[in-house]
């Protein structure tokens, strides 16, 4: 029995990366250094992915 898996590269630490399946604008963090992505398009399983910004809440303390 074989696991489907699809591949990427990271587009800030040029990680090469192996996920399972993921659909198109799904996110996901890199196991190397942890920024979050978001899947941008599939083709062939290979992930064209981006950086996903994070924008932290000021609490105001």
């Known amino acids: ?3 489907a898996t699809m591949t990427g590269v ?3 630490c040029e990680t090469d ?3 399972p399946p993921v659909v198109q604008g799904e996110t ?3 196991p190397e ?3 979050t992505l978001r899947v ?3 083709e062939d399983a290979r992930l064209r992915l981006s950086m996903v910004e994070v924008q932290l809440r000021d609490w105001g303390q």
């Open 40 to 42: 941008e398009g599939i």
């Open 10 to 12: 990271c587009p800030e």
């Open 33 to 35: 250094c942890m920024l």
């Open 17 to 19: 990366l192996t996920v």
């Open 28 to 30: 996901f963090t890199c």
């Open 1 to 3: 029995m074989s696991t």
